[in-house]
């Protein structure tokens, strides 16, 4: 068993940060919802690291991210089955 | 490969891949993105195997959003971790023998300078610091001494992380690595006093901790390159692994080892400066030529 991140939307859609998302090591796996203007992931490409979680607790001070087990993640955001352009517009 | 050299023939763009579409239509490769834009566009960078919370992953993603033009890049590396990430990315990879990186490059931009007249190409090359420091560092002092006009980053972990935990000339006097029990017995290399000997024009020194330093960096770096002669960034990417750093802590570990001893330096050459300060930095957006 694994742990992804999973972000509270209702928490990090009211802050306007986005500052996990620079700070992933891995492309294409933090992704920005413009229109919710909320942070989210796609827990296929999540390995799990954590450094998000620091980022969003000790530099944003938010504290919107929690590390959750793969299979406790309900309807997770999978980009492969999808892509991108069009997981901007699923996710809304 | 750049978009005027291989067009898609119109009404056949919405039958080739959707990364490429992706990519092309809306990602780095019509505009220069931002940092602050990270996760609204598609980055070059697929899938790949390099560990969990590796902070040369990171150094990696953010050198694919800062370079000017990512359609007209050609990245030169090595075995070593790096070249995990970056042969997945949208942008042709050379991947040198162990030693001949900066051989390769200087053979490299030379021969595009004259195959493309019209489009400018900037070759970077990025590798581990023992891929450069140590078993290509005659090449690496070389392509400097000849001033040949490209970038070269090193992806300082301070280790081969990719064979297992030996140590490089860039490994700090004293640790002790799974394969140097006893501890390392000399010195790291000054490679940024090298560079400034040899009359690099730009050198940069540079931790993770700040994205969008990060990237104005590597831009800069790429931009004097073209104009003015070698540019070098050396950049402290944590090996998480060899070092053991837990991964929630790898940005910790960073924002530590810069403030002790990785704090960001710069340095120019009297014309870099002048052509940074008078043309380089007033460039906005993607540079094609
Ligand atoms: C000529 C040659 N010698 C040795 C190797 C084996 N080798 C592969 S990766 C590597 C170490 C890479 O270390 P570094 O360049 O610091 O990169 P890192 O893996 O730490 O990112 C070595 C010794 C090789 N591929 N070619
Ligand atoms: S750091 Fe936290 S608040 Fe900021 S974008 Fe990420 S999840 Fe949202
Ligand atoms: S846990 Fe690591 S890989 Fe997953 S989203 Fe956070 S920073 Fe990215
Ligand atoms: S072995 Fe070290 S440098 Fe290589 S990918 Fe893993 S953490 Fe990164």
């Known amino acids: ?92 | 490969m750049s978009l005027e050299t291989i067009k898609v023939s119109p009404g056949f763009e919405k039958y080739l891949p959707k990364e490429y579409q992706d990519l092309v239509d809306d990602g780095p490769f019509v505009k220069q993105r931002k940092v602050s834009e990270m996760g609204s566009f598609k980055e070059a960078i697929e899938e790949h195997p390099m560990c969990a919370g590796c902070a040369m992953t990171l150094f990696i993603r953010l050198t694919y959003v800062a370079l000017p033009s990512l359609e007209n890049s050609v990245i030169v590396g090595t075995a070593g971790c790096g070249r995990l990430a970056i042969s997945q990315g949208a942008v042709p990879f050379i991947y040198g023998n162990y030693g001949d990186t900066n051989a390769v490059a200087s053979g490299l931009k030379r021969g595009l300078d004259i195959r493309f007249p019209n489009q400018e190409k900037d070759v970077v090359v990025m590798a581990g610091d023992g891929g450069l420091a140590d078993i290509g560092f005659h090449a690496v002092m070389h392509s400097w001494f000849r001033n040949e006009k490209f970038t070269t980053i090193m992806l300082d972990n301070e280790v081969y992380g990719n064979t297992g935990g030996q140590e490089s000339g860039m490994t700090q006097k004293g640790t002790v690595m799974k394969m140097a029990p006893l501890g390392k017995k000399g010195e790291k290399m000054d490679m940024i006093a090298l560079a400034k000997t040899s009359g690099v024009a730009y050198i940069a020194r540079v931790a993770p901790t700040n994205p969008t330093r990060v990237a104005n960096t590597i831009r800069k770096a790429v931009l004097i390159a073209r104009e003015v002669g070698p540019t070098y960034i050396q950049a402290y990417t944590s090996c998480n692994i060899e070092y053991a750093i837990p991964t929630p802590l790898v940005m910790d570990d960073a924002r530590e080892v810069e403030a002790d001893r990785y704090g960001f330096t710069e340095y120019f050459t009297d014309e870099a400066k002048s052509y940074w300060d008078n043309t380089g930095r007033k460039i906005k957006g993607t540079v094609k030529k």
């Open chain 1, 1 to 92: 068993m694994y742990s992804v991140a999973d972000i509270d939307v209702d928490i990090c859609g009211a802050t306007k940060c986005r500052l996990c998302t620079q700070f992933c090591p891995e492309s294409n796996t933090i992704l920005y919802d413009s229109v919710r203007g909320t942070a989210y992931v796609a827990v296929d490409r999540c390995k799990g690291c954590e450094i998000c979680v620091g980022i969003c607790d000790d530099l944003a001070k938010h504290e919107a991210i929690k590390m959750l087990p793969i299979d406790k993640v309900v309807d997770g955001f999978e980009i492969c089955k999808v892509g991108f352009k069009e997981s901007l517009v699923e996710a809304k």
